[in-house]
């Protein structure tokens, strides 16, 4: 489903700004999507790979009944837009979806002062939103039960346990949860309104 988002997401800023296209063509970019079953990792943006290991990035993503999760690099997709079609468009992270489009969230990631940053990412949540509203895909993201825009910003990096000779394990499921903070729920209209639920949180369950 995240490729028929993207190309839907393309066409319509292909229709929209068709004038200022003038008769071009824009080329799909290459999509950057990592999928993992295990049931406990981290994502991190502008790294090599965005699924890593617990505690080494900005959100922790728990999936408790080993579902196939996706995870979209949304911000890398409109970095490789035409440069007319990603002109004024606001970029928010990631979108991550589960295998049976049971749940659907548009992440932002930040580090620091949440205080400083919460109202840029609301608006990139939302923008994405507004755009899907606008979209071919809308109906069938419309219909996915769980719908949730997520600003992550840790200030804290948990570390992993080490074993007796120096090399990380991986945490036990739940572990990592216990010492970041528990979603706070957010209140901006044109994304509730949506049908998306909006909370500040450095963990994701699927």
Known sequence: MLTTIAHSIHD??????????NGTTPIFPTLRIESTT?????????????IQVVGKG???YHNAS???ISIFDYENFVNNLHPILQKNERRPDFIAIDNDA???VINELSTGNPKSKKSD???QMNHLVQLLKRSLIWEN?????????????RQNFASTPQNTSGKGMADSFGTIQTL???????KFQPITKAGFKLYQSDCVNF
């Open 12 to 21: 319509l800023l292909s229709a929209e700004k068709s004038a200022a296209l």
């Open 102 to 104: 049971s749940k659907i």
């Open 141 to 153: 993201v419309v219909a996915i039960p769980e719908k949730e825009c997520v600003f992550s910003c």
């Open 180 to 186: 970041l903070a528990g979603p706070i729920e957010l």
């Open 121 to 123: 990412a609301i608006y």
């Open 58 to 60: 900005a959100a922790t």
């Open 38 to 50: 295990i049931a406990e990792f981290d994502i991190m943006d502008k790294k090599p790979t965005i």
């Open 66 to 68: 080993g579902r196939t």
